[in-house]
């Protein structure tokens, strides 16, 4: 139980640095290129970046795209399933 917790702990630390950098990307590019927006996704925890147009606020493109962040979520919960199923 001390693994999980610190496990747990560990994931929480990465991922708020992570979120620091993303700021910190956007905060860098925002001035020069206003059409590029770093994000990290919430449901995969995967940094996420889309090419916005500037006058309508439109996505143009996002990398990775919508079903591959879709797809990755699914593979996470099979995977949960095949883990626990095996315990």
Do not use: W
Not at 21 to 31: E, H, I, T
Not at 46 to 73: C, F, G, T, W
């Amino acid at each position: 139980e001390l693994v999980k917790l610190e496990s747990t702990q560990s994931a929480e630390v990465e991922k708020s640095a992570l979120e620091n950098a993303v700021k910190k990307l956007n905060d860098f590019v925002a001035p020069a290129v206003q059409a590029i927006r770093f994000e990290l996704d919430q449901n995969t925890e995967r940094m996420v970046v889309k090419v916005i147009d500037s006058a309508s606020q439109r996505v143009l493109r996002q990398i990775p795209n919508e079903q591959v962040l879709v797809m990755s979520q699914t593979l996470d919960k099979l995977q949960g399933l095949v883990v626990n199923h095996t315990a």
